[in-house]
Protein backbone atom coordinates (compact mmCIF):
# COMPACT_ATOMS: atom_id res chain seq x y z
CA UNK A 1 0.00 0.00 0.00
CA UNK A 2 3.01 2.31 0.68
CA UNK A 3 5.64 1.34 -1.26
CA UNK A 4 5.06 1.46 -5.11
CA UNK A 5 5.22 -1.92 -6.68
CA UNK A 6 7.72 -0.53 -9.49
CA UNK A 7 8.94 -3.43 -12.34
CA UNK A 8 12.21 -4.96 -11.31
CA UNK A 9 13.78 -4.94 -14.70
CA UNK A 10 14.93 -2.03 -16.73
CA UNK A 11 15.70 -0.73 -20.13
CA UNK A 12 18.19 2.02 -20.97
CA UNK A 13 17.44 3.62 -24.36
CA UNK A 14 20.24 6.10 -26.12
CA UNK A 15 20.43 7.49 -28.83
CA UNK A 16 23.58 4.88 -29.41
CA UNK A 17 22.34 1.88 -27.83
CA UNK A 18 19.74 0.12 -25.56
CA UNK A 19 20.59 -2.20 -22.88
CA UNK A 20 18.00 -4.15 -20.68
CA UNK A 21 18.89 -4.91 -17.10
CA UNK A 22 17.82 -7.14 -14.23
CA UNK A 23 18.71 -6.40 -10.29
CA UNK A 24 19.32 -8.52 -7.31
CA UNK A 25 19.54 -6.99 -3.83
CA UNK A 26 22.42 -7.67 -2.03
CA UNK A 27 21.56 -6.55 1.38
CA UNK A 28 22.24 -3.00 3.25
CA UNK A 29 21.75 -1.25 0.16
CA UNK A 30 23.87 -2.89 -2.40
CA UNK A 31 22.78 -4.43 -5.65
CA UNK A 32 24.22 -6.73 -7.88
CA UNK A 33 23.77 -7.65 -11.75
CA UNK A 34 22.05 -10.49 -12.30
CA UNK A 35 20.68 -10.36 -15.77
CA UNK A 36 22.28 -7.81 -18.29
CA UNK A 37 23.14 -7.17 -22.28
CA UNK A 38 23.58 -4.22 -24.51
CA UNK A 39 23.01 -3.73 -28.19
CA UNK A 40 24.31 -0.66 -30.30
CA UNK A 41 21.56 1.22 -32.31
CA UNK A 42 22.21 2.40 -36.22
CA UNK A 43 22.38 5.74 -36.12
CA UNK A 44 19.44 7.87 -36.94
CA UNK A 45 17.46 4.91 -35.54
CA UNK A 46 16.47 7.06 -32.54
CA UNK A 47 17.37 10.69 -32.42
CA UNK A 48 16.63 12.09 -28.45
CA UNK A 49 14.58 15.74 -28.56
CA UNK A 50 12.84 17.08 -26.33
CA UNK A 51 10.15 18.47 -28.87
CA UNK A 52 10.54 16.43 -31.98
CA UNK A 53 9.73 13.03 -33.30
CA UNK A 54 12.56 10.57 -31.26
CA UNK A 55 12.04 7.38 -33.33
CA UNK A 56 12.60 7.15 -37.08
CA UNK A 57 11.95 3.05 -37.31
CA UNK A 58 9.46 1.77 -34.52
CA UNK A 59 9.48 -1.61 -36.08
CA UNK A 60 12.95 -1.96 -36.43
CA UNK A 61 13.99 -0.43 -32.54
CA UNK A 62 11.22 -3.04 -31.68
CA UNK A 63 12.98 -5.63 -33.20
CA UNK A 64 15.96 -4.58 -31.57
CA UNK A 65 14.72 -4.05 -27.94
CA UNK A 66 13.27 -7.34 -28.21
CA UNK A 67 17.25 -8.64 -29.37
CA UNK A 68 18.55 -7.17 -26.15
CA UNK A 69 16.01 -8.63 -23.91
CA UNK A 70 16.54 -12.27 -25.84
CA UNK A 71 20.26 -11.74 -25.00
CA UNK A 72 19.70 -10.77 -21.15
CA UNK A 73 17.71 -13.62 -20.39
CA UNK A 74 14.61 -11.27 -19.89
CA UNK A 75 12.74 -12.52 -23.25
CA UNK A 76 9.76 -13.20 -21.28
CA UNK A 77 9.24 -10.12 -19.48
CA UNK A 78 6.32 -7.45 -19.75
CA UNK A 79 6.62 -5.00 -16.69
CA UNK A 80 9.55 -2.33 -17.69
CA UNK A 81 10.91 0.33 -16.29
CA UNK A 82 12.52 2.73 -18.40
CA UNK A 83 15.17 5.37 -18.61
CA UNK A 84 14.76 7.30 -21.24
CA UNK A 85 17.29 9.25 -23.89
CA UNK A 86 18.73 12.50 -21.82
CA UNK A 87 17.76 15.22 -24.46
CA UNK A 88 14.09 13.42 -24.42
CA UNK A 89 13.37 14.93 -20.62
CA UNK A 90 13.91 18.27 -19.11
CA UNK A 91 14.65 18.97 -15.50
CA UNK A 92 15.06 21.94 -13.80
CA UNK A 93 14.47 23.48 -9.85
CA UNK A 94 11.34 25.89 -9.78
CA UNK A 95 11.54 28.16 -7.26
CA UNK A 96 8.74 30.70 -5.64
CA UNK A 97 8.46 33.80 -4.57
CA UNK A 98 5.85 33.17 -2.86
CA UNK A 99 3.50 30.16 -1.67
CA UNK A 100 0.47 30.43 -2.81
CA UNK A 101 -2.83 30.72 -0.37
CA UNK A 102 -4.43 27.60 -2.80
CA UNK A 103 -4.26 24.52 -4.38
CA UNK A 104 -5.59 25.77 -7.69
CA UNK A 105 -3.47 28.80 -7.79
CA UNK A 106 -0.65 26.96 -6.68
CA UNK A 107 -0.79 24.78 -9.71
CA UNK A 108 -1.73 27.46 -12.35
CA UNK A 109 2.13 29.11 -10.62
CA UNK A 110 3.88 26.00 -11.37
CA UNK A 111 2.46 25.59 -14.76
CA UNK A 112 3.54 28.97 -15.70
CA UNK A 113 6.88 28.75 -14.08
CA UNK A 114 7.28 25.49 -16.15
CA UNK A 115 6.38 26.43 -19.26
CA UNK A 116 8.62 29.35 -19.12
CA UNK A 117 11.66 26.73 -17.96
CA UNK A 118 11.03 23.82 -20.36
CA UNK A 119 9.63 26.04 -23.46
CA UNK A 120 6.40 24.08 -24.13
CA UNK A 121 2.76 24.65 -22.68
CA UNK A 122 2.35 23.19 -19.78
CA UNK A 123 -1.28 20.89 -21.52
CA UNK A 124 1.59 19.29 -23.66
CA UNK A 125 4.00 18.20 -20.65
CA UNK A 126 4.14 15.43 -18.74
CA UNK A 127 5.38 17.12 -15.93
CA UNK A 128 6.40 15.65 -12.47
CA UNK A 129 7.09 17.90 -9.48
CA UNK A 130 8.40 16.85 -6.25
CA UNK A 131 8.78 19.35 -3.15
CA UNK A 132 12.16 20.01 -1.87
CA UNK A 133 13.63 22.27 0.67
CA UNK A 134 13.46 25.52 0.67
CA UNK A 135 16.55 28.22 -0.99
CA UNK A 136 18.62 29.99 1.66
CA UNK A 137 15.85 32.61 1.62
CA UNK A 138 13.13 30.30 2.95
CA UNK A 139 11.69 30.54 -0.44
CA UNK A 140 9.89 27.14 -1.85
CA UNK A 141 11.29 25.39 -4.14
CA UNK A 142 9.97 22.03 -6.44
CA UNK A 143 12.21 19.80 -8.22
CA UNK A 144 10.52 19.46 -12.03
CA UNK A 145 10.69 16.81 -14.64
CA UNK A 146 8.60 17.40 -18.13
CA UNK A 147 8.51 15.31 -20.94
CA UNK A 148 6.17 16.49 -23.91
CA UNK A 149 2.99 14.53 -24.57
CA UNK A 150 4.07 13.47 -27.51
CA UNK A 151 6.85 12.51 -27.52
CA UNK A 152 6.21 9.94 -24.34
CA UNK A 153 3.52 8.68 -26.59
CA UNK A 154 6.46 7.49 -29.12
CA UNK A 155 7.55 5.48 -26.54
CA UNK A 156 4.72 4.15 -24.56
CA UNK A 157 2.56 3.14 -27.41
CA UNK A 158 5.48 0.97 -28.50
CA UNK A 159 5.70 -0.88 -25.44
CA UNK A 160 2.36 -1.30 -25.87
CA UNK A 161 2.22 -2.78 -29.15
CA UNK A 162 4.17 -5.60 -27.45
CA UNK A 163 1.71 -5.80 -24.49
CA UNK A 164 4.70 -4.62 -22.27
CA UNK A 165 3.79 -2.25 -19.28
CA UNK A 166 6.32 0.31 -18.77
CA UNK A 167 5.66 0.85 -15.17
CA UNK A 168 8.29 3.95 -14.26
CA UNK A 169 9.49 6.15 -17.01
CA UNK A 170 12.69 8.11 -15.49
CA UNK A 171 14.94 10.51 -17.69
CA UNK A 172 18.81 9.42 -17.55
CA UNK A 173 20.02 11.86 -15.38
CA UNK A 174 17.23 11.38 -13.11
CA UNK A 175 17.92 7.63 -13.28
CA UNK A 176 21.62 8.08 -12.43
CA UNK A 177 21.19 10.38 -9.95
CA UNK A 178 19.41 7.63 -7.69
CA UNK A 179 23.12 6.44 -6.96
CA UNK A 180 24.09 8.99 -4.96
CA UNK A 181 20.89 9.25 -2.61
CA UNK A 182 22.53 7.78 0.89
CA UNK A 183 25.56 7.48 -0.33
CA UNK A 184 27.30 10.33 0.74
CA UNK A 185 26.37 10.39 4.40
CA UNK A 186 24.26 13.45 4.12
CA UNK A 187 26.96 15.87 2.21
CA UNK A 188 26.87 17.29 -0.97
CA UNK A 189 27.80 14.86 -4.19
CA UNK A 190 27.33 15.66 -7.95
CA UNK A 191 26.38 13.53 -11.22
CA UNK A 192 27.95 14.85 -14.74
CA UNK A 193 26.37 12.90 -16.84
CA UNK A 194 27.37 13.27 -20.39
CA UNK A 195 25.81 13.22 -23.75
CA UNK A 196 27.04 13.53 -27.50
CA UNK A 197 25.75 17.57 -27.55
CA UNK A 198 27.36 18.55 -23.53
CA UNK A 199 26.68 17.20 -20.47
CA UNK A 200 23.62 17.24 -17.18
CA UNK A 201 24.79 18.01 -14.21
CA UNK A 202 22.83 17.49 -10.61
CA UNK A 203 24.33 18.35 -7.46
CA UNK A 204 23.33 16.40 -4.64
CA UNK A 205 22.54 17.69 -0.93
CA UNK A 206 21.90 14.73 0.63
CA UNK A 207 19.39 13.08 -0.89
CA UNK A 208 17.97 16.19 -2.71
CA UNK A 209 19.24 18.18 -5.89
CA UNK A 210 19.92 21.85 -5.18
CA UNK A 211 21.18 22.82 -8.71
CA UNK A 212 20.70 21.05 -12.56
CA UNK A 213 22.14 22.29 -15.50
CA UNK A 214 21.57 20.84 -18.78
CA UNK A 215 24.44 22.28 -21.13
CA UNK A 216 25.20 21.85 -24.79
CA UNK A 217 28.49 22.42 -25.39
CA UNK A 218 31.16 20.94 -27.82
CA UNK A 219 33.16 18.52 -26.42
CA UNK A 220 36.13 20.99 -26.83
CA UNK A 221 34.55 23.69 -24.46
CA UNK A 222 33.28 20.32 -21.88
CA UNK A 223 36.13 21.68 -19.65
CA UNK A 224 35.63 25.15 -19.05
CA UNK A 225 31.56 24.77 -18.68
CA UNK A 226 32.54 22.12 -15.57
CA UNK A 227 34.83 24.45 -14.19
CA UNK A 228 32.15 26.96 -14.64
CA UNK A 229 29.95 24.81 -12.41
CA UNK A 230 32.56 24.10 -9.76
CA UNK A 231 32.87 27.63 -9.67
CA UNK A 232 29.52 28.30 -8.81
CA UNK A 233 29.35 26.14 -6.37
CA UNK A 234 32.32 27.72 -4.60
CA UNK A 235 30.99 30.95 -4.92
CA UNK A 236 27.41 30.69 -4.19
CA UNK A 237 26.66 27.04 -2.29
CA UNK A 238 29.54 26.39 -0.50
CA UNK A 239 28.71 27.03 3.36
CA UNK A 240 30.83 25.50 5.22
CA UNK A 241 33.15 22.28 6.40
CA UNK A 242 29.94 20.14 5.82
CA UNK A 243 29.11 21.48 2.63
CA UNK A 244 32.10 21.18 0.63
CA UNK A 245 31.65 18.71 -2.46
CA UNK A 246 34.00 16.02 -2.46
CA UNK A 247 32.31 13.08 -4.44
CA UNK A 248 31.67 13.24 -8.51
CA UNK A 249 29.56 10.56 -9.93
CA UNK A 250 31.15 10.52 -13.92
CA UNK A 251 28.52 9.08 -16.57
CA UNK A 252 29.86 8.93 -20.22
CA UNK A 253 32.57 7.79 -22.54
CA UNK A 254 33.74 10.75 -23.40
CA UNK A 255 34.91 12.14 -19.59
CA UNK A 256 38.58 12.39 -19.01
CA UNK A 257 38.74 11.30 -15.28
CA UNK A 258 42.16 12.73 -14.88
CA UNK A 259 40.99 16.12 -16.28
CA UNK A 260 38.51 16.42 -14.09
CA UNK A 261 40.39 15.79 -11.14
CA UNK A 262 42.52 18.61 -12.70
CA UNK A 263 39.78 20.84 -13.35
CA UNK A 264 37.86 20.44 -9.52
CA UNK A 265 41.29 20.94 -8.37
CA UNK A 266 41.64 24.10 -9.58
CA UNK A 267 38.08 25.20 -9.20
CA UNK A 268 37.63 24.06 -5.59
CA UNK A 269 41.39 23.95 -4.29
CA UNK A 270 40.77 19.82 -3.56
CA UNK A 271 40.54 17.12 -6.11
CA UNK A 272 37.39 15.32 -6.16
CA UNK A 273 37.21 11.61 -5.59
CA UNK A 274 35.70 10.33 -8.88
CA UNK A 275 33.62 7.23 -7.24
CA UNK A 276 33.27 3.89 -8.89
CA UNK A 277 30.27 1.29 -9.55
CA UNK A 278 31.19 -0.42 -5.72
CA UNK A 279 31.17 2.92 -4.48
CA UNK A 280 27.41 3.82 -5.31
CA UNK A 281 26.31 0.08 -4.24
CA UNK A 282 26.40 -1.65 -7.57
CA UNK A 283 28.47 -4.46 -8.48
CA UNK A 284 29.66 -5.11 -11.52
CA UNK A 285 30.09 -8.89 -13.47
CA UNK A 286 33.27 -9.67 -15.10
CA UNK A 287 32.68 -8.80 -18.70
CA UNK A 288 31.83 -6.08 -21.21
CA UNK A 289 28.86 -4.41 -19.51
CA UNK A 290 30.21 -1.40 -18.28
CA UNK A 291 28.98 1.24 -15.32
CA UNK A 292 28.13 3.53 -18.49
CA UNK A 293 26.13 1.00 -19.93
CA UNK A 294 23.72 -0.23 -16.87
CA UNK A 295 24.09 3.26 -14.60
CA UNK A 296 20.69 4.62 -15.99
CA UNK A 297 18.59 1.16 -16.53
CA UNK A 298 19.76 0.10 -13.50
CA UNK A 299 19.74 3.11 -11.53
CA UNK A 300 15.36 3.24 -12.15
CA UNK A 301 15.51 -0.50 -11.88
CA UNK A 302 17.04 -0.40 -8.06
CA UNK A 303 13.70 1.10 -7.35
CA UNK A 304 11.44 -2.27 -7.55
CA UNK A 305 14.17 -4.83 -5.93
Excluded at 186 to 198: E, H, M, T
Aim: hydrophobic share 40%; glycine share 8%; net charge negative.
Amino acid sequence: MFKPNYPKCALGLEAESVTAVALRSEGRGRFGISQAASVELPDELLVPSFLETNISNRDELLSIIEDVCLRAGLAGEKRWSVSLPGNTARTTILTLENESASKKELSDVLDWKAEHSFGAPARELRLALTKISPDREGRSRYFATAVTLAVVDEYESMFESRGWQAGLILPRAVSEANWLIGRSGGRDSLLISSQNDGFSAVLMRGSEPVVVRNVTCTESETDDEIYRLLMFYNDRLMSGAWDVLRQVLLVGKGIDRDQIRSISGEALGHELEILRASDVGLELPPGSITFDDVAAPAGVAMLGV
